[in-house]
């Protein structure tokens, strides 16, 4: 039986959030019993990229205040770091306020820009997994992340957090490599079942709906969530959004599309999920199924049936993020020379399906569009 801890909290307010995670620590176990003096703590964010706190892409700063704070009373020593989606480590934490959180208590972020590549024989797919000197420097970790949506895995949670552990641009390399989203989740699953992390967090103070995980909109959940078993902690956030879990990819067996856990295997502690859960929660309610991924079919289906990014111009801004993020080469979003001036273009031929264009676009300008034979196959 695995525990989640569920602790309403309906501001950032610190005082309310260091008493929120000392609650919540203490209703699955403690401090004392998750780590020991001698040990080198990673705190994981998602620094998904340097966005204000306000804006609700971020763990936010509070959250990791608090966090650090109790650790600190226990004489523990502690770093930090995310590999994010766009920038670096350094740009982002500054962006979000983070940065200022740690230097205000000493703590030093840790090396997200070295690889480290170490074997892994009991992977399902990586034998051989590229992490952060940062992540291999430390012996356990803490994952803290963000309640959002995402276009790719529905939701990014508990699981997904632990890819901001491969540095750079290694990530795009394997969303080419592995554009099957269950290829993919069987990926998440391998960095979590090597890193380990000892204690998962997730800031649902306030989540994003809807076109997360960077551009949906706010919406105040006012939870906390924490556990020891990141699918465990997703599927209470699947059951705190109405959100059946067998719709979300990285909560599926990699062995039969089972799903990993169901609710009766877990204890959720804490204050009373029934009056926390929100129904209207806008995520994506649909199965992940054959058609929903590019590595399924051949190409001239592909392109017909399969949900694709599309750039809405009229809000554009032309900011080239969706270009410099893409990871085929050749570019399958790029730039089209129109006369006078530039904007980007896709080529649908080629692009992978990976959304990261739609995961870091600033400007909420791009959304995931399913075509109409795709959407009447489905039926």
Not at 100 to 108: A, L, S, Y
Not at 116 to 140: Q, R, W
Not at 226 to 255: G, H, N, Q, Y
Not at 335 to 347: H, L, Q, R, T
Request: hydrophobic fraction near 35%.
């Amino acid at each position: 039986m695995q525990k989640v801890a569920l602790i309403k909290c309906d501001s950032y307010d610190q005082e309310k959030v260091s008493e929120s995670l000392r609650k919540g620590i203490e209703l699955i176990g403690g401090i004392n019993s998750l780590f020991s003096s001698e040990e080198k703590i990673l705190l994981k964010p998602n620094i998904l990229v340097g966005d204000k706190p306000e804006k609700g892409i971020t763990t936010h700063p509070s959250i990791l205040a608090g966090l650090a704070d109790l650790l600190l009373e226990q004489k523990l020593s502690i770093t930090y770091g995310d590999s994010p989606g766009f920038g670096s480590l350094k740009r982002g934490s500054e962006s979000s306020g983070i940065k200022t959180v740690f230097d205000e208590r000493g703590i030093k972020s840790a090396d997200f820009s070295t690889i480290n590549y170490v074997t892994f024989p009991e992977g399902n797919i990586l034998k051989k997994i590229p992490l952060a000197k940062g992540v291999t420097d430390s012996d356990c970790i803490v994952s803290v992340s963000k309640m959002k949506t995402h276009g790719f895995t529905r939701i990014t949670g508990a699981v997904k957090n632990q890819f901001g552990c491969v540095p750079g641009l290694i990530k795009g390399e394997f969303h080419v490599k592995m554009p099957d989203i269950t290829d993919f989740s069987k990926v998440l699953h391998d960095i979590n079942n090597y890193i380990k992390p000892r204690l998962y967090i997730m800031d649902g103070i306030e989540a994003m709906e809807g076109n997360g995980p960077r551009g949906g909109n706010i919406l105040k959940m006012n939870t906390l969530l924490f556990s020891t078993d990141p699918v465990a902690l997703d599927m209470v956030f699947c059951k705190l959004i109405d959100l059946k879990p067998e719709f979300v990819p990285t909560l599926r067996s990699i062995e039969d599309e089972s799903l990993i856990m169901g609710f009766n295997e877990i204890e959720i502690v804490g204050d009373n999920i029934d009056d926390l859960i929100n129904p209207s929660f806008n995520v994506v309610r649909k199965k992940f199924d054959r058609f929903a991924s590019i590595g399924s079919f051949p190409q001239f289906l592909k392109n017909i049936i399969s949900p694709k990014p599309v750039i809405n111009y009229d809000i554009c801004k032309n900011c080239g993020r969706c270009v410099l993020q893409c990871p085929t080469d050749p570019k399958s979003v790029n730039w089209k020379d129109s006369g006078d001036f530039a904007y980007p273009v896709y080529n649908y031929k080629t692009c992978i399906r990976c959304y990261c264009c739609q995961e870091i676009c600033p400007h909420n300008s791009i959304t995931i569009k399913t075509p109409l034979l795709g959407k009447l196959i489905r039926r």
